[in-house]
């Protein structure tokens, strides 16, 4: 159901702050565009117009005059990609005494689309809005003192009769001069530090003519394969653009999904499109229905598998306006209203007793304080053996909002303090244990990690480096035919060391291959080597980066060649028959003596055919 959940926090955005007209072209797929794109009045000075829409494949555009003969408008561009665009609206000055009108069509997968651009003849006013268009309502005057300030938010979670989750949290509100909110936190305590935060959700409104712009910022502590608690920080915005009445019409989602809205005759939502330009298997629309002022049902459809419906019964309390609308806690997650919670206009005219989904099933249960304000509001879902329980405490008044505590301790500081390599290896469950081969040895690394509160502690890490140098195949050289001239004069030549590029960012692992040139044959011992290396956690830019550990040279010293030979092994009236035998020496570790098993052999039958 989370798709659905998704709703209910897309109706708390609309019903928080919407009372609008129809507001978007229906029966479009391809090109999404508010409504209030598709006719543009502008004044006869105003040289330029931006059109926003989005397009599911690639578009164009065109325009064309409807009055005057001269050309006087031109856009650009004229075609473009599927995702969000702009078309950019250049017009000359209207210095005469009537309006012009032009048209530009956008088409794109078989659909088009019009737009009309009137541009006023000079000293032509601004024609009147639509005197139908609802305007954001007048919401009671609230006194600071009952305003609501901040709440607590207390989680328990059982899974077949048991409670295996446990959690609380703070949400604070923040208003302007003119009561109208402007900063909501949302916080986590920590499961184990329950004196702790563990996270932190702040969003800030900005409230204009044409859109309401937020901006959220968090913080979330979690640990890292060490155990380490590192922060990891984010920032995004958004807006959420007005009618002429001030009222919500369209958003579009950090990801590029727009999310559009339709209403009723009276005001009231009645259904709500999301569009993903990237992923048609994420649309889906939702339609509700409402009798006597309330929500009655939403029902969602699409492609997606996370449909389905909710339905709501209510109390007899009236749904009160606290700075913000009280009702809409009782609709979603808290941090998730907080995007335009209380902008304008009220979920429901009464406060919800139950909400179904299929065979979830949520209750609702309200105290009052004294003055008659919901001091509490008691939320319990059910879903067959599961349950849990959400218990909101509210409070009123700004001077009544606590100090936030600080932060479990975090990561403030990750540095290495020592590296190098080590001449053997170990398991690390048996460290006293060491093995020491010509062949392998240890890289370590060690990191100093500083917490927020003073503290540090170091971890040592440890890579195995393990190279085996050997030609492909078998050590057993496949047989050649040479000359006899060969044979007398055979011998090395040269030798060399190279690292195969292997493409790009390819990083492990790295390929060597030592040549072995003779004056009739060459071999290739080949080397896979896998780079030592470790996380150190960046906490200016808070993504983890990698540190290479120290590695010994691998270089063409490395190598030790003992003189070939070539033994004559049988005389056949047709050929004679010869054996190459080479022994060497891959040695990376310099700090012990090789022994004889360290050595290796490479071997070759040569035939000479009798002349």
Not at 136 to 142: A, H, L, S
Not at 537 to 563: A, D, R, S, V, Y
Request: include cysteine; charged fraction near 20%.
């Amino acid at each position: 159901m989370k798709k659905l959940f998704t709703l209910l926090f897309l109706l708390t955005m609309a019903l928080a702050g919407i009372r609008c007209s129809e507001s978007d072209p229906e029966g479009f797929q391809n090109i999404q565009i508010p409504a209030e794109e598709l006719d543009a009045s502008i004044a006869a000075d105003e040289l330029n117009h931006t059109i926003s829409f989005n397009a599911t494949q690639s578009w164009t555009a065109s325009v064309q005059e409807t009055t005057r003969a001269e050309s006087w408008i031109t856009i650009y561009p004229t075609s473009g990609e599927a995702g969000e665009n702009r078309i950019e609206v250049t017009l000359t000055e209207n210095t005469g005494t009537q309006s012009r009108e032009a048209t530009i069509t956008i088409v794109c997968g078989g659909e088009q689309i019009t737009i009309t651009i009137t541009q006023r003849a000079v000293g032509e006013p601004d024609p009147d809005p639509n005197p139908n268009e609802p305007q954001r309502p007048e919401f009671p005057e609230v006194t600071p003192e009952n305003r609501l300030a901040y709440i607590e938010i207390a989680i328990h979670e059982y899974y077949n009769q048991n409670q295996e989750y446990t959690s609380k949290h703070l949400a604070t509100l923040a208003y302007d001069d003119q009561g109208q909110l402007y900063r909501l936190g949302y916080y986590t305590f920590d499961e184990e530090r329950t004196d702790r935060l563990s996270s932190s959700d702040e969003t800030t409104l900005e409230w204009s003519s044409e859109k309401i712009s937020t901006t959220n910022q968090y913080m979330e502590i979690g640990k890292n394969n060490y155990g380490i608690s590192i922060p990891y920080r984010g920032e995004h915005s958004q807006d959420y653009q007005l009618s002429a009445g001030g009222l919500i019409t369209s958003t579009t989602d950090p990801d590029g999904g727009i999310q559009r809205f339709t209403y009723n005759t009276d005001g009231t939502l009645a259904s709500s499109t999301f569009t993903d330009p990237y992923d048609p298997e994420e649309n889906y629309q939702t339609t509700m229905t409402w009798q006597d002022g309330n929500l009655m049902s939403i029902q969602t459809t699409g492609s997606n598998k996370d449909q389905g419906s909710a339905t709501f019964t209510y109390t007899e309390y009236s749904n009160p306006w606290a700075g913000i609308d009280v009702g809409a806690i009782a609709f979603t997650e808290l941090e998730e209203v907080n995007l335009l919670i209380g902008s304008c206009g009220i979920t429901s005219r009464n406060l919800p007793a139950s909400r179904t989904e299929e065979s979830e099933v949520t209750t609702y249960e309200y105290t009052f304080d004294g003055e008659g304000r919901v001091s509490t509001i008691a939320m319990t879902t059910t879903d067959g053996g599961d349950r849990s329980e959400y218990t909101y405490t509210l409070h009123y008044g700004s001077t009544s909002v606590p100090s936030l505590p600080d932060y479990i301790p975090y990561l403030t500081k990750q540095e290495i303090v020592d590296e190098g390599t080590l001449p053997y290896t170990f398991d690390e469950e048996t460290p006293d244990q060491h093995s020491f081969n010509v062949n392998s040895y240890t890289s370590y690394a060690t990191i100093r990690s500083t917490l927020s509160d003073g503290t540090s502690g170091e971890q040592t890490e440890y890579r195995t480096i393990s190279i085996w140098p050997m030609v492909e195949g078998s050590p057993v050289l496949e047989y050649i035919f040479v000359s006899q001239e060969d044979i007398d004069n055979f011998g090395i030549v040269s030798t060399s060391l190279q690292e195969i590029d292997l493409g790009e960012g390819v990083i492990n692992p790295h390929r060597f291959v030592y040549t072995i040139q003779y004056n009739c044959f060459s071999v290739d011992l080949v080397a896979e080597v896998y780079y030592p290396s470790c996380t150190i956690f960046n906490t200016e830019t808070g993504l983890t980066e990698e540190h290479m550990m120290p590695m010994i040279p691998l270089t063409k010293e490395c190598f030790t060649l003992q003189e070939p030979v070539i033994t004559r092994t049988s005389v056949e009236p047709e050929q004679t028959e010869y054996q190459y035998e080479q022994i060497y020496l891959f040695q990376i570790n310099q700090a012990i003596s090789p022994t004889e098993s360290d050595y290796q052999q490479l071997l070759r039958n040569m035939y000479v055919k009798t002349e």
